[in-house]
């Protein structure tokens, strides 16, 4: 009795597990294949898709050739080729962009020295905090300096009073007037 409840339980554990993971499992298709760029009759299909260029002068879609940065000439001429947008050529967007790219590099190049020469210049003038600092390390050395000097008085005065400091000017005095 005892062996056909545990055979019950592990074939319902089973069922349950294959079914959960049944009901887990996605079909998985794989994307259809995009059309060729030659499909596409108008520039406004065209140049959405980034491998694509539009081509006035032939009014068709061809293939960008990635093995050139530029579409050669024999692929369509520059001021007739349009890629991303079609109301920009790409001779233009190539210019827009070597200006946007050359105006970036030359303000990083500009807030470089900028921030150079404003570091050159620091460590000439010294700033209020370094000055605050200096005044505070001069009245320590003074403070230090007065209690230097009452101590020695404190210690000149205990001197006197037990006789160890002598009224002549030399320090073996005490030892020849005995």
Request: charged share 25%; aromatic share 8%.
């Amino acid at each position: 009795m005892e062996r056909k409840t545990l055979t019950t339980s592990v074939f319902c554990v089973v069922v349950v597990l294959f079914v959960s993971f049944v009901g887990q499992g996605q079909c998985q298709t794989t994307a259809p294949p995009p059309p060729p760029c030659s499909s596409y009759k108008s520039c406004d299909t065209c140049v959405p898709h980034a491998k694509c260029l539009w081509c006035i002068t032939s009014k068709n879609c061809t293939e960008y050739p990635v093995s050139w940065l530029l579409p050669p000439a024999s692929v369509c001429q520059l001021s007739q080729a349009r890629w991303g947008v079609c109301w920009l050529n790409f001779e233009a967007l190539i210019i827009t962009l070597a200006v946007v790219g050359g105006s970036i590099l030359i303000s990083i190049a500009v807030c470089c020295c900028c921030c150079c020469c404003r570091c050159k210049k620091r460590p000439s003038r010294p700033d209020r905090d370094e000055e605050r600092f200096a005044r505070k390390r001069e009245e320590i050395k003074q403070r230090a300096e007065d209690r230097k000097v009452e101590r020695m008085a404190k210690h000149d005065e205990i001197r006197r009073k037990y006789g160890l400091i002598g009224d002549s000017d030399h320090p073996y005095s005490k030892f020849e007037n005995e």
